[in-house]
């Protein structure tokens, strides 16, 4: 197992190079210059090649991409063109806000989506079921920022009850409570998709598992209904389950871009937008860097995962 | 059933959260809250070509001479009075005595000769420390700045160039202390220090910028004790948060919001034209554009009311040339091309093209005051094929647009221009002189009309402003007669505030002059 976890850990080095050289391509082979860009329309053509040359865009992109990534290596993102900046730090401060958006927006999803699903699959073709199959369509099918926006105007705007945008009050605040209502809104938006594919996943997995003769013995011996459902069912159930958690962690990353920019959430996504809008390569560079490392750690996670909850899986 | 239970309590206790969390408004008193549009990236003012950035950060810094409000007159800033010598070559300054920056440096003629020189001189120790976007377009004129005494400072200009003092209310120009730039270095603009009404006191990146009141300033006592920059990008976060009371301030209203604000009782809606202007640029040097008949056909065939009207709801006043109507260089008796297809078809004719050309415009997809590039280049497509001409919009990313513009291909493109400074040269010049044709300076029209340059370049040898006025207003008459652009509107700028907020206004700048503002 130690073994394996050591191996997996090694894969990732090849993982990101590869990401790393893509992400570094597609941005210096977009259209976009970033010295058009920092110099305005007012530039001469004498200041902007005199930038060009500054920023180390005039050599060939393997001799940039090599000259970037030996400061990587030594910890050294670079810093921001715009904001003067250092990467590491200015990145690493944005993600925990990520991080705290898409783990609550996994939580959310997670525990309603299997909620509901189990719900659903102890009652089929209950009210509850028709009407978790017809918000899941809803759910899956609804743009992050529409339904971000339909949840502000709603719960901010209408009702009051909860803050429209940011992560905190702006003139103090800063308690956890503060966090929470801050929170809700974006979290919920994040976790709506997710939640509903999660859902309906754990719905059929458990229509399945439930009819296995397993259940009809623990039945048949007498065991209360909840725990035949969940010691005998979930369980058993859990693994496809994990799969689909797993893929859509990743797709939460994705999706904190757009809710990050719908609710002002200070994170890693506002800043690689802010990043792409105004060509400043290394802060991209960063965020995708960050953001594609999590996404391998998280697969590790799903597998090691497997281990635990089916014994009969080995990994050599 | 258990799992319905579980639901249910899920339910109760996600809008119990909502209750328990529920009070969200309530400002501590004295703190004002402004919404912006996003967030600064640099609070260095030269360093930066973003309004967002410049609204924050030239409440830290001050200039030598500035605009008042409504007004285009030069008035004093940190200098108290200046000469200008009869060549227009020297321009010598008296700094207001007993000024000190924010960290204590006292305001002098060493400290204003560094702020410019960093810029601009290679061998000054900041140089190297930002990238100065203005500073040949501002400075390159500068030969020296000479510290005379402690508070006599001049500038020795190459030429004379009569915009000069109007350049030195430009957010280029603010006076920063020298001993914060040396102390930060590269991360002097997230420590920027200057005289100005509010000093810097906390950046949260993404979350916002906190300035807070200089209990010291020289001008006025400033009545706010803070100010918080709030960036939201998301049009209805931002309306959302001042209508809950959360925002005190916000800018760039969208135009499909406006009306809705103006029905809303707690809300004050603010209006002012910007120095500001749009513009379908034609490659005077191409075919069919080198043609002056052919030019003014798309002036009358363009329905500038309609795009104002329609596409910008009422946030742009439809132009008639390049220099913001009101303002002291602009030509009052300027008349504006009116909406008449039926003519445009005649010149067409007149210039051999009856039947019409095919053309391609190009449009970014967004950028720095270009308001709705696609919508209203799509309203303009769709006018121009009425009187014959066939356009194919070219969308394109605002950084590589800028470097397409460069390879003077262009046929037809939409630009706009903020002038920030409001003297009518350093709209006219850099976009319409000859000397400034692209790739050397923003005249991406390729334009060249000898007399106009003529005028031109009397105006910026001549530093009697009445005479000024005359020159500029003879070269707008030659320059809508040749029509090298379509006029097509300048920005109204809107602001929607809370009914706590007394004494804003909003400047022809673009400037956000929130140092005015008492809180109810």
């Not at chain 1, 229509?207 to 209360?224: E, F, P």
């Not at chain 2, 510290?147 to 004379?160: D, G, I, K, Q």
């Not at chain 2, 499909?256 to 809606?269: C, Y």
Request: hydrophobic share 45%; charged share 20%.
């Amino acid at each position: 197992m130690r073994g394996y976890i050591a191996r997996r850990l090694l894969l990732l080095v090849p993982v990101l190079l590869g990401v790393s050289i893509v992400v570094f391509m597609v941005l210096h082979l977009s259209p976009g210059d970033p010295a058009e860009i920092m110099l305005g329309s007012q530039a001469t053509q004498e200041d902007l090649a005199r930038l060009r040359r500054e920023l180390g865009l005039t050599e060939p992109l393997h001799v940039q991409y090599f000259r970037w990534m030996s400061h990587v290596l030594r910890g050294d993102l670079g810093r921001s063109l715009w904001m003067k900046r250092p990467v590491l730090d200015e990145v690493l401060h944005r993600f925990q806000a990520t991080l705290v958006l898409t783990g609550s927006g996994l939580l959310l999803s997670t525990l309603g989506g299997i909620a509901l699903g189990v719900a659903s699959a102890v009652r089929p073709h209950s009210l509850l079921d028709r009407m978790s199959a017809v918000t899941s369509l809803f759910g899956a099918s609804m743009p992050v920022f529409w339904l971000g926006i339909v949840l502000m105007v709603v719960f901010s705007l209408w009702l009051g009850w909860l803050p429209a945008s940011g992560m905190w009050a702006p003139y103090g605040g800063g308690d956890l409570r503060d966090l929470a209502a801050h929170l809700v809104l974006p979290a919920l938006t994040l976790a709506a998709a997710s939640m509903t594919i999660i859902a309906r996943l754990t719905r059929s997995t458990m229509l399945d598992v439930l009819g296995q003769d397993y259940i009809r013995t623990a039945r048949a011996k007498g065991l209360i209904e909840g725990r035949v459902v969940f010691r005998h069912g979930l369980k058993n159930a859990l693994i496809p389950i994990v799969t689909v958690v797993g893929v859509q962690a990743g797709y939460l990353l994705g999706g904190a871009v757009l809710t990050e920019t719908v609710f002002a959430w200070p994170g890693v996504g506002l800043l690689m937008v802010q990043g792409i809008l105004a060509r400043d390569f290394p802060i991209v560079q960063g965020c995708v860097l960050v953001i594609a490392l999590t996404f391998v750690l998280i697969n590790l996670a799903v597998d090691l995962l497997y281990v635990y909850l089916d014994p009969r899986i080995h990994y050599e | 059933m258990t799992m319905g239970r579980t639901l249910a309590s899920i339910i109760t206790m996600t809008v119990a959260l909502g209750f328990w969390a529920a009070p969200v408004g309530a400002q501590p008193a004295g703190t004002l809250v402004v919404g912006l549009v996003a967030e600064p990236v640099n609070l260095d003012p030269p360093q930066v070509t973003d309004l967002n950035s410049n609204r924050v950060g030239r409440r830290i810094v001050e200039t030598l001479v500035t605009f008042p409000e409504e007004s285009t007159q030069v008035v004093p800033g940190l200098a108290e009075s200046w000469t200008i010598s009869k060549d227009g070559l020297q321009y010598t300054f008296k700094l207001r005595r007993g000024i000190t920056f924010h960290d204590g440096t006292p305001l002098n003629a060493e400290a204003v000769k560094f702020s410019i020189e960093r810029q601009i001189n290679p061998n000054h120790p900041a140089y190297k420390l930002g990238k100065y976007p203005f500073a040949n377009f501002f400075f390159g004129n500068v030969k020296a700045v000479e510290v005379l005494s402690e508070e006599r400072v001049a500038f020795l200009l190459n030429e004379p160039r009569a915009s000069f003092l109007a350049i030195l209310t430009a957010g280029a120009a603010s006076i920063v202390s020298p001993t914060a730039v040396m102390k930060w270095g590269p991360d002097y603009p997230t420590h920027p220090v200057g005289t100005g009404p509010f000093r810097f006191a906390s950046w949260d990146r993404g979350q916002r910028v906190v300035l807070e009141k200089n209990p010291a300033y020289w001008k006025y006592p400033v009545k706010v004790e803070r100010v918080i920059y709030r960036p939201i990008v998301e049009d209805q976060a931002r309306l959302t948060e001042l209508l809950t009371g959360t925002l005190d301030v916000i800018v760039g209203v969208p135009a499909d919001f406006v009306g809705q604000l103006e029905q809303n009782a707690k809300i004050t809606l603010l209006k002012q034209v910007g120095a500001h202007v749009w513009y379908l640029g034609m490659n005077n040097q191409r075919k069919p554009f080198d043609d002056k008949r052919v030019r003014q056909a798309l002036n009358y065939a363009v329905n500038k009311e309609a795009i104002v009207k329609d596409v910008l709801k009422g946030t742009g006043a439809s132009s008639r040339g390049p220099v913001l109507p009101g303002t002291w260089g602009a030509d009052p008796a300027l008349k504006a091309y009116p909406y008449d297809p039926e003519r445009a078809k005649k010149l067409l004719a007149e210039a051999g093209y009856p039947s019409g050309f095919s053309t391609t415009l190009w449009v970014p997809e967004s950028g720095s005051g270009m308001q709705a590039p696609v919508a209203m280049s799509t309203v303009m497509q769709s006018n121009l094929k009425a009187v014959g001409v066939n356009v194919t919009l070219q969308t394109m990313e605002w950084g590589a647009y800028l470097a397409k513009l460069r390879t003077k291909e262009q046929e037809l493109f939409a630009l706009s221009w903020m002038a920030g400074t409001e003297d009518p040269d350093m709209v006219m010049y850099p976009l319409l002189h000859s000397s400034q044709w692209t790739p050397v300076g923003p005249n991406r029209a390729l334009y060249k009309n000898p007399r106009f340059d003529a005028l031109l370049q009397q105006a910026r040898l001549t530093t009697d402003q009445a005479k000024r006025t005359q020159l500029y207003r003879e070269a707008q008459r030659i320059l809508v007669d040749d029509a090298p652009w379509v006029f097509v509107d300048h920005e109204i700028q809107i602001a929607a505030l809370s009914k706590r907020v007394q004494g804003f206004k909003l400047h022809p700048s673009f400037d956000l002059r929130v140092e005015t503002i008492s809180l109810r």
